[in-house]
């Protein structure tokens, strides 16, 4: 009988998942005790109980301690004989995470196995998408021997999931080794963009499109398939997959999935940035399948390989317990480093990451007088010639790396203090302005604000005070009432934004830092020797940074508020921009008409609510020749861009001058549902 504890490694339910799958596989009874001992709520959760119960449908086993809570199991597998089955998991419970437990029991199967899972997640978090099940990891099985497929009923989403899915597998005659000992060249990066229900909202073309652009920006040709699915009118939700095929047959993929206040053009992102990540080393699996594949090479006659980016929790705690139960034997190589005197590490940590070699998610070495950087590969000859050009003295060895410790995450902060429905409703997203942590709690979490509070002070340790939204922004100032929820009881702060430091005292003057890559865009717009008025200036997140950026560029920054001016006075000197800034405090008709007419190369208006009714007053502010306006406007649906050109476009024709192009017009940050704001770039004459 294999005895395992629960509590060793991860201490996470994959032990549990892996070693009822290993047990029933080899028909081998199993003692598990400690289950999931390493995670706030111990014992058996409703996913967990239903893995269990249907790996001991798939090998007929008799279970003792299969209950809710449970931190004790017994199981005893019989003859895997194969057939039709049935799965229920009645929660968001991951069904890719159940899939995967009873993969291993079905490739030993008599005959074909079809297991058919309702009411449980497709694609939700801390699991692999159902598609990256589909399009990386059941594909790289096939090497092994495996014929098996998946087929999605309904896609299932957080916190309801109503997911449904059924998984063939056509055990082979004998399980083959794998072997993947080079990333060869890359033949193509596809993927998959699914929304459920979101279609009006363009979701999965919105996720596609920011990761295609980003991928493009790397060298990268994408094919992403969209997919508006209408299977599941229990919950709304999406996701993308994506994934690169190599000539050596190697598959890395990388996925991610939508949450509720996050825009979808960043969801795509992050995928396409974890793909990258993988490309960027070479592999020939990528971090999550690594650990996926370990029960197959493990079980498979003779030896495996692979090459993989780093080492996981979940890889290192696969391996223990393949190891353990299996008497298999597994041999991790070490990593590349460069070994330097503590004295030149601030220097040579600089320029591995300039040079794109250094592997950030592994924890620096060092000792009484050198420090150990890690590498994501060896360095290459011209990079070897710049090391020892700008290194005194270094070293290339290798040595194993820790990874470093990831920050949990609010949900994973609550999930244990709030009831799951509510979960399902904090915020995904917040506000970090220097020290200050602005959250929107929605109605039903306000009697949980200080829980939520003292969450994010724990979650984000730079943070000491966290306020909550009490409505919307409002005024002719811009401001909103804020309520302390937990930390120092302060509105002030210092916030650090590309190279340049604002003071600000949020409660009264309008900041947001969501707008921090457009302040940066349009900085670098700015040609040499322009005269730029920014008319809503703030304090100072435009007119500042392009000062800074641009030596010969001279910024008329006006605002209304006063409080906000002294701000941005403050601001101007802090980064010595004196000499370049000009603050105005003054109503931007009233300043234009008495102090600016015709002076400006480009305008920038960010007042999305009210910019249409200072139109004129920016086209009076532009040189007689003309110039660039950069206008800010709310699109609430079934508005659209097209829309708002059109209608800036009559605004300028009512003061006697013209739209000749859009230079740019796209939507900046999504920010309430179905209402984004966006920028257009327009040169006028």
Same mark, same amino acid.
């Given at each position: 009988?294999?005895?395992?504890?629960?509590?060793?490694?991860?201490?996470?339910?994959?032990?549990?998942?892996?070693?009822?799958?290993?047990?029933?596989?080899?028909?081998?009874?199993?003692?598990?005790? @400690?289950?999931?001992? !390493?995670?706030?709520?111990?014992? #058996? $959760?409703?996913?967990?109980? +239903? &893995?269990?119960? /249907?790996?001991? %449908?798939?090998?007929?086993?008799?279970?003792?301690?299969?209950?809710?809570?449970?931190?004790?199991?017994?199981?005893?597998?019989?003859?895997?004989?194969?057939?039709?089955?049935?799965?229920?998991?009645?929660?968001?419970?991951?069904?890719?995470?159940?899939?995967?437990?009873?993969?291993?029991?079905?490739?030993?199967?008599?005959?074909?196995?079809?297991?058919?899972?309702?009411?449980?997640?497709?694609?939700?978090?801390?699991?692999?998408?159902? @598609?990256?099940?589909? !399009?990386?990891?059941?594909?790289? #099985? $096939?090497?092994?021997?495996? +014929? &098996?497929?998946? /087929?999605?009923? %309904?896609?299932?989403?957080?916190?309801?999931?109503?997911?449904?899915?059924?998984?063939?597998?056509?055990?082979?005659?004998?399980?083959?080794?794998?072997?993947?000992?080079?990333?060869?060249?890359?033949?193509?990066?596809?993927?998959?963009?699914?929304?459920?229900?979101?279609?009006?909202?363009?979701?999965?073309?919105?996720?596609?499109?920011?990761?295609?652009?980003?991928?493009?920006?790397?060298?990268?040709?994408?094919?992403?398939?969209?997919? @508006?699915?209408?299977? !599941?009118?229990?919950?709304?939700?999406?996701?993308?997959?994506?994934?690169?095929?190599?000539? /050596?047959?190697?598959?890395?993929?990388?996925?991610?999935?939508?949450?509720?206040?996050?825009?979808?053009?960043?969801?795509?992102?992050?995928?396409?940035?974890?793909?990258?990540?993988?490309?960027?080393?070479?592999?020939?699996?990528?971090?999550?399948?690594?650990?996926?594949?370990?029960?197959?090479?493990?079980?498979?006659?003779?030896?495996?390989?692979?090459?993989?980016?780093?080492?996981?929790?979940?890889?290192?705690?696969?391996?223990?317990?393949?190891?353990?139960?299996?008497?298999?034997?597994?041999?991790?190589?070490?990593?590349?480093?460069?070994?330097?005197?503590?004295?030149?590490?601030?220097?040579?940590?600089?320029?591995?990451?300039?040079?794109?070699?250094?592997?950030?998610?592994?924890?620096?070495?060092?000792?009484?007088?050198?420090?150990?950087?890690?590498?994501?590969?060896?360095?290459?000859?011209?990079?070897?010639?710049?090391?020892?050009?700008?290194?005194?003295?270094?070293?290339?060895?290798?040595?194993?790396?820790?990874?470093?410790?990831?920050?949990?995450?609010?949900?994973?902060?609550?999930?244990?203090?709030?009831?799951?429905?509510?979960?399902?409703?904090?915020?995904?997203?917040?506000?970090?302005?220097?020290?200050?942590?602005?959250?929107?709690?929605?109605?039903?979490?306000?009697?949980?604000?200080?829980?939520?509070?003292?969450?994010?002070?724990?979650?984000?340790?730079?943070?000491?005070?966290?306020?909550?939204?009490?409505?919307?922004?409002?005024?002719?100032?811009?401001?909103?009432?804020?309520?302390?929820?937990?930390?120092?009881?302060?509105?002030?702060?210092?916030?650090?934004?590309?190279?340049?430091?604002?003071?600000?005292?949020?409660?009264?003057?309008?900041?947001?830092?969501?707008?921090?890559?457009?302040?940066?865009?349009?900085?670098?717009?700015?040609?040499?020797?322009?005269?730029?008025?920014?008319?809503?200036?703030?304090?100072?997140?435009?007119?500042?940074?392009?000062?800074?950026?641009?030596?010969?560029?001279?910024?008329?920054?006006?605002?209304?508020?006063?409080?906000?001016?002294?701000?941005?006075?403050?601001?101007?000197?802090?980064?010595?921009?004196?000499?370049?800034?000009?603050?105005?405090?003054?109503?931007?008709?009233?300043?234009?008409?008495?102090?600016?007419?015709?002076?400006?190369?480009?305008?920038?208006?960010?007042?999305?609510?009210?910019?249409?009714?200072?139109?004129?007053?920016?086209?009076?502010?532009?040189?007689?020749?003309?110039?660039?306006?950069?206008?800010?406007?709310?699109?609430?649906?079934?508005?659209?861009?097209?829309?708002?050109?059109?209608?800036?476009?009559?605004?300028?024709?009512?003061?006697?001058?013209?739209?000749?192009?859009?230079?740019?017009?796209?939507?900046?940050?999504?920010?309430?549902?179905?209402?984004?704001?966006?920028?257009?770039?327009?040169?006028?004459?």
């Amino acid at each position: 009988m294999f005895e395992i504890d629960g509590s060793q490694k991860s201490g996470s339910g994959t032990i549990l998942r892996l070693a009822v799958a290993l047990a029933a596989a080899t028909n081998e009874p199993l003692h598990i005790f @400690n289950i999931r001992q !390493n995670r706030p709520q111990r014992g #058996l $959760k409703p996913q967990h109980l +239903e &893995a269990v119960l /249907t790996t001991a %449908k798939l090998c007929n086993a008799e279970v003792k301690g299969a209950t809710l809570g449970s931190k004790e199991l017994w199981f005893k597998p019989q003859e895997v004989k194969g057939g039709n089955f049935e799965a229920q998991i009645g929660t968001a419970g991951s069904i890719p995470m159940l899939l995967m437990a009873s993969l291993p029991i079905c490739v030993f199967a008599k005959h074909t196995v079809h297991l058919h899972v309702t009411k449980g997640g497709t694609d939700v978090s801390h699991s692999p998408t159902i @598609n990256y099940m589909r !399009n990386v990891f059941l594909p790289t #099985l $096939k090497q092994m021997g495996i +014929e &098996a497929s998946i /087929t999605v009923h %309904k896609y299932g989403y957080y916190p309801k999931g109503m997911g449904e899915a059924t998984m063939t597998v056509k055990p082979p005659e004998a399980l083959q080794p794998i072997r993947l000992n080079n990333f060869g060249t890359l033949l193509s990066v596809k993927g998959v963009s699914v929304c459920t229900f979101l279609e009006d909202r363009k979701v999965a073309e919105r996720q596609a499109k920011t990761a295609t652009e980003y991928l493009s920006e790397k060298g990268y040709a994408t094919d992403i398939q969209i997919v @508006n699915d209408r299977s !599941n009118p229990f919950q709304k939700g999406s996701s993308i997959t994506l994934w690169a095929e190599t000539d /050596t047959d190697a598959r890395v993929g990388a996925d991610n999935i939508g949450e509720l206040k996050k825009m979808s053009e960043e969801v795509g992102r992050e995928a396409a940035e974890k793909l990258h990540a993988e490309l960027s080393v070479k592999p020939t699996v990528d971090v999550h399948l690594a650990d996926m594949l370990i029960p197959y090479m493990a079980l498979a006659e003779g030896t495996s390989s692979l090459l993989t980016r780093k080492v996981s929790k979940h890889l290192e705690t696969n391996i223990w317990l393949a190891e353990n139960m299996l008497n298999a034997r597994f041999n991790i190589q070490q990593v590349n480093n460069i070994k330097v005197k503590k004295i030149h590490g601030e220097k040579t940590i600089a320029l591995a990451n300039k040079l794109g070699i250094s592997n950030r998610e592994l924890k620096i070495q060092q000792n009484m007088n050198h420090i150990c950087i890690p590498l994501v590969r060896q360095p290459e000859k011209n990079e070897l010639a710049k090391l020892k050009t700008q290194l005194p003295d270094f070293e290339l060895t290798t040595k194993v790396f820790t990874t470093k410790k990831q920050r949990k995450t609010l949900h994973q902060v609550l999930e244990d203090q709030l009831p799951p429905d509510l979960l399902a409703s904090l915020p995904r997203a917040l506000d970090i302005i220097g020290d200050i942590a602005v959250i929107d709690i929605p109605r039903e979490l306000k009697a949980y604000g200080s829980l939520i509070g003292e969450a994010v002070l724990k979650t984000h340790k730079n943070v000491r005070t966290v306020l909550a939204k009490v409505g919307a922004v409002a005024g002719t100032y811009r401001l909103r009432e804020l309520e302390l929820l937990a930390g120092e009881n302060t509105t002030t702060t210092m916030h650090k934004e590309y190279g340049c430091q604002y003071h600000v005292d949020i409660a009264k003057a309008y900041f947001s830092p969501r707008l921090s890559q457009e302040h940066n865009r349009v900085a670098s717009l700015v040609q040499k020797s322009e005269t730029v008025i920014d008319l809503f200036a703030g304090v100072g997140p435009f007119s500042v940074l392009i000062a800074k950026k641009n030596a010969d560029a001279k910024v008329y920054a006006v605002d209304i508020n006063p409080e906000a001016v002294e701000f941005l006075k403050r601001n101007i000197r802090l980064n010595r921009v004196e000499n370049r800034v000009i603050p105005i405090q003054e109503n931007a008709n009233q300043v234009v008409e008495e102090q600016l007419l015709g002076v400006a190369d480009r305008v920038i208006m960010n007042l999305p609510e009210k910019a249409i009714e200072f139109v004129n007053a920016a086209c009076k502010a532009l040189k007689p020749t003309g110039g660039t306006v950069h206008y800010y406007a709310f699109i609430r649906l079934p508005d659209s861009l097209e829309g708002a050109q059109q209608r800036f476009s009559e605004a300028v024709e009512k003061t006697g001058r013209k739209v000749t192009a859009f230079l740019s017009a796209k939507t900046v940050r999504e920010t309430a549902p179905y209402e984004w704001q966006a920028v257009l770039d327009a040169h006028v004459i």
